[in-house]
């Protein structure tokens, strides 16, 4: 059974910085794209970072410049880098993954982590 666990959520006021990390467990064989989605209270979930397995990386127009998405293939790891947060970029994050796991690819998720900007 493949994994996701999120770690690094918080609470920070505005300006701070914090890094969000996503490791996988389990049976898998391959990994293409991971990801990272937000979603706050009453709206819908949102891509914020993406990373190829080639470390191609695309943003969120309202992230770019401040948030950096990277990724550890020998650990099966990504990461989200967060710098001068905004109290909009409060939401739930979760870590998503394109996962081969010996029988098919399958989209798997993370539990998600929650992270506040507030002073």
């Known amino acids: 059974q493949v994994q996701l666990v999120e770690s690094g959520g918080g609470l920070v006021q505005p300006g701070g910085s914090l890094r969000l990390s996503c490791a996988t467990s389990?049976?898998?064989?391959?990994?293409?794209?991971m990801g990272w989605y937000r979603q706050a209270p009453g709206k819908q979930r949102e891509l914020v970072a993406a990373?190829?397995?080639?470390?191609?990386?695309n943003y969120d127009d309202s992230v770019k410049g401040r948030f950096t998405i990277s990724r550890d293939n020998a650990k099966n790891t990504v990461y989200l880098q967060m710098n001068s947060l905004k109290p909009e970029d409060t939401a739930v994050y979760y870590c998503?993954?394109?996962?081969?796991?010996?029988?098919?690819?399958?989209?798997?998720w993370g539990q998600g982590t929650q992270v506040t900007v507030s002073s």
């Open positions: 998503n993954a394109d996962i081969y796991d010996g029988l098919t690819w399958k989209d798997y």
């Open positions: 389990g049976r898998l064989f391959s990994i293409r794209a």
């Open positions: 990373i190829s397995s080639g470390g191609s990386t």
